[in-house]
Nanobody, 119 residues
Framework: QVQLVESGGGLVQAGGSLTLSCAAS????????MAWYRQAPGKQRELVAT???????NYPDSVKGRFTISKDNSKNTVYLQMNSVKPEDTAVYFC?????????????WGQGTQVTVSS
């Protein structure tokens, strides 16, 4: 079992920056991947950023060049640096972890943190 706790959400003006954190209850060193998703009201949850155990990252076009995912294995924490935010970035942001153990892929979610971008 892994508990994920997000923090850092809040209200930010368009064009501003915000950093989200996701603290895991156990080592993230051997997690296959960790990611940030978001879900706006009335919309499906969408992938925002992914980072693999080796440090490779991936972003959808909607946030590429503005958002950066990183991790600190010593702190068991993953971050999402959000720059040049837009009103359409308003959503609940969720941390996600995927771990392959004994040939079974386990997936864990945090409770989410609200990000609101004002115009």
């Amino acid at each position: 079992q892994v508990q994920l706790v997000e923090s850092g959400g809040g209200l930010v003006q368009a064009g501003g920056s915000l950093t989200l954190s996701c603290a895991a209850s156990r080592s993230i060193f051997n997690m296959n991947s960790m990611a940030w998703y978001r879900q706006a009201p009335g919309k499906q949850r969408e992938l925002v950023a992914t980072i693999t155990s080796g440090g490779s990252t991936n972003y959808p076009d909607s946030v590429k060049g503005r958002f950066t995912i990183s991790k600190d294995n010593s702190k068991n924490t993953v971050y999402l640096q959000m720059n040049s935010v837009k009103p359409e970035d308003t959503a609940v942001y969720f941390c996600n972890a995927k771990i392959l153990e004994r040939l079974t892929l386990y997936e864990y979610w945090g409770q989410g943190t609200q990000v609101t971008v004002s115009s």
